[in-house]
């Protein structure tokens, strides 16, 4: 993709450059609200990753102004504000997804890799990563042709995983995608439905399929 990244931080600038430029992607990069209204009249970008706060303004404000002038490719909002309020109104500002700072490379990726899909409307009935395979629209899921019967929670997780193709999951990302929390309630519900998940995706096979790592996430194993 071709992203265009409106960030005066120069530290976490480069550090977002470097992480999807290693992903692939084109990015450019300005410090300034009204530099990133510029460069989308004269460019096309696929994604846009806006600051909240700005030197010349509030990044919400940004996008607020690029909706009414009709863009409508995807925005993801990075800010240090991180209570509901402030997410809210990213959100109703025309933002399409909100990232907190700090945050893992791993998240980063997965969000703007699951805005672009959800932007071209993708959706396939079957999906399938190393040995596991569901079926969206029947709520079915198997693994090595083994039928696993899963509770709707337990499939939505792992729908989320094998859509990740082995990129790690974090619990914020299962809270708001599959409960729809767009905060972090002090709550282990994540933790108790993997669990499950993962003794029924387990059963008879000698391999752990899904590989969790403290403060990064979920995933499921390319082995697997």
Request: net charge neutral; charged share 25%.
């Amino acid at each position: 993709m071709r992203l265009l990244l409106i960030e005066d931080d120069i530290a976490i600038a480069d550090y977002i450059v470097g992480c999807l430029s290693a992903a692939g992607h084109e990015v450019r990069h300005v410090a300034e609200g009204q530099a990133g209204l510029v460069e989308t009249k004269n460019g096309h970008f696929d994604l846009l990753v806006v600051d909240r706060i700005l030197p010349d303004g509030d990044g919400a404000s940004v996008v607020d102004t690029l909706r009414k002038s009709g863009f409508t490719d995807p925005v993801l909002m990075l800010t240090a504000l991180g209570s509901i309020e402030d997410r809210v109104e990213g959100l109703r500002h025309g933002a399409d997804d909100y990232l907190v700072k700090p945050f893992a490379q791993a998240e980063l990726i997965a969000r703007i890799d699951a805005l672009f899909r959800r932007s071209r409307g993708a959706f396939q009935d079957v999906c399938a990563f190393a040995s596991v395979t569901i079926n969206r629209r029947r709520r079915e899921a198997w693994r090595a042709g083994r039928r696993i019967t899963l509770h709707p929670r337990e499939f939505e997780l792992l729908e989320q995983l094998v859509l990740h193709e082995g990129r790690y999951v974090s619990k914020a990302m299962m809270l708001e995608n599959v409960w729809n929390f767009h905060f972090h309630p002090d709550t282990n519900i994540v933790e108790t439905h993997m669990s499950r998940l993962r003794q029924k995706l387990n059963a008879g096979f000698a391999t752990d399929a899904i590989q969790t790592t403290r403060r990064v996430g979920y995933r499921l194993r390319h082995e697997a």
